[in-house]
């Protein structure tokens, strides 16, 4: 586990509370390592160099081709594979 943020009233996206605290930062300016992290985090890639590898967005929404919608599924199907260790990870801690 990289980041946990301290609980705060209210609801607020996740990837507001990384920039709120600072992670964007330290992760832009810290060594070239490759995170995996939930959709919840979407675009933070663009904003600290590519360290930070997010779902594949779906770039299609109307009449996608025929080979998009299983590509799209191959692509996320793998991110989540790589990701479910930090999924089970996080459910101990909450747990």
């Avoid at 996740?14 to 959709?39: N, S, W, Y």
């Avoid at 919840?40 to 996608?64: D, E, I, S, W």
């Amino acid at each position: 586990m990289l980041f946990c943020s301290p609980t705060l009233p209210g609801r607020c996206a996740d990837i507001t509370h990384a920039r709120q605290l600072g992670l964007v930062r330290v992760l832009a300016g810290g060594p070239a390592v490759e995170i995996l992290a939930d959709a919840g985090y979407q675009g933070l890639g663009a904003q600290t160099g590519g360290r930070v590898v997010t779902p594949p967005h779906r770039k299609f929404k109307k009449n996608p081709p025929d080979w998009y919608g299983e590509m799209h599924k191959r692509q996320r199907k793998a991110h989540s594979s790589q990701r479910i260790q930090v999924e089970h990870g996080t459910a101990h801690l909450k747990n």
